[in-house]
């Protein structure tokens, strides 16, 4: 009676946690799948013109030079940050009209403009104010990460991920009962067509859980992330940055590149990937924010941001981020499969199909339901 009991509770935990997460888990599984090739996709759809044929290790040139450029070019924009890619010999100089708009994602005020890292010549450029357009993959990662609902639309889907890990997780505890009197892996494709999908919905759920249940956690942790790094910055970051508060933003700005330098020489074992400017929300009026990630498959997940005095060129401090996002850090290339080039992106893909499968046949026998899983388990234990 008391098993009768714990198996009436696990499936009311796993009907009503699945029903309620899998509209949304479908729309994440969805999008998810061409954000697994998104570098593809986007240099087919949108190819940049080849690199400079350069002797291997050569030089990278001065971000001043690129940075002087972009402001020559883009009058009455500053700049915002510099991304300078460590897998690609790029480097791209993010402008903007105001802070306010460099934050707002897709904004029709912002511009980019691509250089080739070790000659400074300009790849490509984004298109004029207000005429650039989201492309296929940015569609998808807005879908993907938040609805076009901003911050609630990340938390909502977070919530939708809390239900979806326990409903793999009742999953796992119910497929022991179900299976006391069948072989693994029984398709029992002569009964009903709703018996035959039952089958199939608990054999490709318990063969994809694990990796369901790794991705689901790490996609909730994803989702917290803004108001994560939202309580660090009011904590550390905001004891830290207290003395340089309500001053403005230097009018003389040190060397871009010699800030870089400042951190490379200071992190020897990491690399320098982007570069903020001074006055940024989220970080000093007085500082560059430069952010460094290990050199190791490892560490390269993890990130150390690092303040460097915007007149001198000095290097002010290296911030030690906290344990909650560093497990951030460290989750992301769980959740995203980017981290063993293309052969783990297809098995990554190749799982994303079998999980939409497994989230339809669960709405399939919803809707087809003529009596309760709990009557059927509990037929099962006699």
């Given at each position: 009676m008391g098993n009768s009991i714990n198996i009436k509770r696990w499936f009311w935990w796993h009907r009503w946690t699945s029903l309620?997460?899998?509209?949304?888990?479908?729309?994440l599984c969805l999008t998810g799948l061409p954000l697994i090739f998104g570098e593809e996709i986007d240099d087919w759809l949108e190819p940049s013109p080849p690199y400079a044929v350069m002797p291997e290790?050569?030089?990278?040139?001065s971000l001043d030079t690129m940075?002087?450029?972009?402001?020559?070019?883009?009058?009455?924009?500053?700049?915002?940050?510099?991304?300078?890619?460590?897998?690609?010999?790029?480097?791209?100089v993010n402008l903007a009209t105001s802070w306010k708009q460099a934050m707002t994602p897709h904004s029709d005020s912002t511009r980019w403009v691509k250089f080739d890292a070790r000659t400074a010549k300009v790849i490509q450029e984004s298109k004029a104010l207000g005429e650039e357009k989201m492309g296929f993959t940015d569609i998808m990662l807005e879908l993907h990460r938040r609805m076009f609902m901003g911050l609630g639309g990340e938390l909502f889907l977070g919530l939708m991920g809390m239900l979806f890990v326990v409903a793999i997780?009742?999953?796992f505890v119910l497929y022991g009962p179900f299976m006391k009197k069948l072989d693994f892996g029984t398709i029992r494709a002569r009964r009903s067509s709703r018996l035959k999908w039952l089958d199939l919905h608990n054999l490709l759920g318990i063969v994809t859980g694990l990796w369901l249940f790794v991705v689901g956690l790490t996609g909730v942790i994803n989702e917290f992330s803004v108001p994560l790094f939202g309580i660090w910055q009011l904590t550390d970051v905001n004891k830290m940055l207290t003395p340089y508060k309500g001053k403005p933003v230097p009018q003389q700005l040190s060397s871009v590149e010699a800030a870089y330098d400042s951190?490379?020489?200071?992190?020897?074992?990491?690399?320098?990937?982007s570069v903020v400017f001074p006055g940024a929300p989220y970080s000093s009026s007085q500082h560059y924010l430069l952010w460094a990630k290990g050199n190791t498959p490892l560490k390269s997940r993890l990130f150390s941001p690092c303040l460097v005095d915007a007149k001198t060129g000095r290097l002010s401090v290296v911030l030690?981020?906290?344990?909650?996002?560093?497990?951030?850090?460290?989750?992301?290339?769980l959740h995203f499969g980017d981290y063993g080039g293309m052969p783990l992106k297809v098995i990554w893909a190749i799982l994303d199909v079998l999980a939409i499968v497994v989230l339809w046949s669960g709405i399939y026998l919803w809707f087809k339901r003529k009596r309760t899983?709990?009557?059927?388990?509990?037929k099962q234990q006699n």
């Open positions: 309620i997460c899998t509209l949304f888990l479908l729309l290790n050569s030089p990278r040139a940075v002087n450029y972009s402001l020559q070019k883009n009058p009455g924009l500053m700049i915002s940050s510099i991304f300078v890619d460590d897998d690609e010999p790029q480097v791209i997780i009742s999953g951190v490379a020489a200071a992190l020897p074992d990491m690399s320098v990937t030690q981020m906290p344990w909650y996002l560093r497990g951030l850090e460290v989750s992301r290339p899983h709990e009557d059927y388990f509990l």
